[in-house]
C-alpha cells in the first residue's frame, strides 16, 4: 500500500533505527517483538496530513508498505517500507502554510504586511509579518475571551454553531490534504 512518511533532515529512519533513507531502497523492521503502532515498524500515513501529523522535518517521502501491515486511525505500520520517492519540502510546506492561512485571512484583520508575506513569501519581509501577526493575534485573544464568556449564556446556540464549524473544519481538512497531495506529488514529479 502507498503511504507517505516524512523524516528528519538528517535522512536517519526513528526509533533508535539511524540507516540512511535513500530512494528505492527498502527497509524491513528486524526487531524480536512484534511491529505495533506508535513503537516498532516501518510507519507511514495514507492521507499526507496525516503524515505531517507525526513529521519530525521536512523530509517528505512517499512510500509503499508492505509485509505485515497494522491499520490505524491515521497511520499504518508494516515489516517493510520502500522509499518510492523524497524531496526536500522545505519551500513547498511553507508555501502551503501560506496558502492556508489565506484560506482564512478574512476571518481577522490581517496587518497588509502578513498578507504580502503570505502572497509573496518574501523573506526579506518576514519578521516584520511574524511580528504584526503577533501583535494582532494578541488582540485576538482578548476579543474571543470576552466572546466566550458571553456564549456561554447562549450554550444551545454554541453548540449548534460548534457542530458546524467541527463540520467545516472536516472539509477543509480534506480539502488541504488534496492540495498538499498534489503539490507534493508536483514537486516529487519537478524533481525539486
Not at 20 to 38: A, D, H, N, S
Not at 93 to 101: P, V
Amino acid at each position: 500500500m502507498k503511504a507517505w512518511h516524512f523524516v528528519r533532515a538528517n535522512k536517519q529512519l526513528g526509533y533508535g533505527d539511524n540507516r540512511i533513507v535513500q530512494v528505492g531502497q527498502t527497509y524491513r523492521y528486524e526487531g524480536k517483538e512484534p511491529i505495533e503502532l506508535c513503537k516498532r515498524g516501518m510507519h507511514g500515513s495514507v492521507k499526507i496530513m496525516d503524515a505531517l501529523k507525526y513529521a519530525e522535518g521536512n523530509i517528505i517521502c512517499r512510500v509503499e508498505l508492505s509485509g505485515d501491515i497494522i491499520h490505524g486511525d491515521d497511520k499504518v505500520v508494516a515489516t517493510e517500507r520502500k522509499v518510492l520517492a523524497m524531496i526536500d519540502g522545505e519551500k513547498v510546506l511553507r508555501k502551503f502554510a501560506c496558502m492556508c492561512a489565506l484560506d482564512v485571512i478574512h476571518l481577522w484583520d490581517a496587518h497588509e504586511i502578513v498578507v504580502r508575506y503570505l502572497k509573496t513569501q518574501d523573506e526579506s519581509i518576514r519578521h516584520e509579518a511574524r511580528a504584526a501577526a503577533s501583535a494582532a493575534r494578541t488582540a485576538s485573544a482578548a476579543r474571543t475571551a470576552s466572546a466566550a464568556r458571553e456564549a456561554a449564556a447562549w450554550e444551545a446556540a454554541a453548540w449548534d454553531a460548534w457542530a458546524r464549524e467541527a463540520w467545516e473544519a472536516r472539509e477543509a481538512w480534506a480539502k488541504q490534504n488534496t492540495r498538499l497531495t498534489r503539490m507534493v506529488n508536483k514537486a516529487i514529479k519537478g524533481g525539486r
